[in-house]
T-cell receptor
Framework: SQQGEEDPQALSIQEGENATMNCSYK?????LQWYRQNSGRGLVHLIL?????REKHSGRLRVTLDTSKKSSSLLITASRAADTASYFC????????????FGRGTSLIVHP | DAGITQSPRYKITETGRQVTLMCHQT?????MFWYRQDLGHGLRLIYY???????DKGEVPDGYVVSRSKTENFPLTLESATRSQTSVYFC????????????FGNGTRLTVT
């Protein structure tokens, strides 16, 4: 069963707008990762945020983590058509076998 | 080239046949994983391996067999393929399991007729 669940399932925006995706999880984690998947390809790692971190940035990406609410968000600023992809969060459970479990993903479409 | 490669890229097989999906990584990562991706289910873990000769079941292991005699290879075998195993299969590797990023192959699209 999925530990993390992304929301919304689908998101459609115009180029230049910001895109925000959320991930909620159920139990304590060591870290949370975000991945991108372009159509027909494998997943590509974007950001890993540890449980003692609250925010991380990478280029136009900003990830926040709120362990009290068991949630994370991925913000893509100034979206481009090339950002069109599915985005997944993956959580690694504390006290477990350090194996990432993935959510069902958010499908993002950025219209040029 | 460094990376993780899966073969074949596409495979069509018949119900009841045995099929093996191959996965090879060049980083010498300790951990390797097999996931399947289906609409509505996201990625589900089939099997994983923490090191050579060490494998363990994931969420959906039934009907699959894995082995890892060498660090760089992690083949996945469907012993007797069923239509419900039609899916896209992804192999991934990482240095430290969930503590480090996973590197994914481009997948094998398997159709069981």
């Amino acid at each position: 069963s999925q530990q993390g669940e992304e929301d919304p399932q689908a998101l459609s925006i115009q180029e230049g707008e910001n895109a925000t995706m959320n991930c909620s999880y159920k139990t304590s984690i060591n870290n949370l990762q975000w991945y991108r998947q372009n159509s027909g390809r494998g997943l590509v790692h974007l950001i890993l945020i540890r449980s003692n971190e609250r925010e991380k940035h990478s280029g136009r990406l900003r990830v926040t983590l709120d362990t009290s609410k068991k949630s994370s968000s991925l913000l893509i600023t100034a979206s481009r058509a090339a950002d069109t992809a599915s985005y997944f969060c993956a959580t690694d459970l504390t006290g477990g076998s350090y194996i990432p479990t993935f959510g069902r993903g958010t499908s993002l479409i950025v219209h040029p | 080239d460094a990376g993780i490669t899966q073969s074949p890229r596409y495979k069509i097989t018949e119900t009841g046949r045995q099929v093996t999906l191959m996965c090879h990584q060049t980083w010498s990562h300790s951990y390797m994983f097999w996931y399947r991706q289906d609409l509505g289910h996201g990625l589900r873990l089939i099997y994983y391996s923490a090191a050579a000769d060490i494998t363990d079941k994931g969420e959906v292991p039934d009907g699959y067999v894995v082995s890892r005699s060498k660090t760089e290879n992690f083949p996945l075998t469907l012993e007797s393929a069923t239509r419900s195993q039609t899916s896209v299969y992804f192999c991934a590797s990482s240095e430290r399991g969930g503590y480090s990023p996973l590197h994914f192959g481009n997948g094998t699209r398997l159709t069981v007729t």
